[in-house]
Nanobody, 115 residues
């Protein structure tokens, strides 16, 4: 499996930007898809964005046009650029890696957007 470490969370005002990073180590050669998920207090974890090995991306409707998922293969890192942040984007953001037989989660990073 892989180990995932997220960073880049913090407190930002509405309309601001943050970039989250997810550094992967371990069996990275077996990763097919990478994704960002989030979980707000009292809510279920939800998908934010995914990026597959072929470069195809998917986004939740609520973040389309504002968030961008990307990767740097040389650094084994996936990013989530978040622009035009809204208070409803406040959540713990988790990175996830999927192979054909397992998946791994990072520990999460808190994003708080103030109004």
């Amino acid at each position: 499996q892989v180990q995932l470490v997220e960073s880049g969370g913090g407190l930002v005002q509405a309309g601001g930007s943050l970039r989250l990073s997810c550094a992967a180590s371990g069996s990275i050669f077996s990763i097919n898809d990478m994704g960002w998920y989030r979980q707000a207090p009292g809510k279920q974890r939800e998908l934010v964005a995914t990026l597959n090995s072929g470069g195809r991306t998917t986004y939740a409707e609520s973040v389309k046009g504002r968030f961008t998922i990307s990767r740097d293969n040389a650094k084994n890192t996936v990013y989530l650029q978040m622009n035009s942040l809204k208070p409803e984007d406040t959540a713990v953001y988790y990175c996830r890696a999927d192979s054909s037989s397992w998946y791994s989660w990072g520990q999460g990073t808190q994003v708080t957007v103030s109004s």
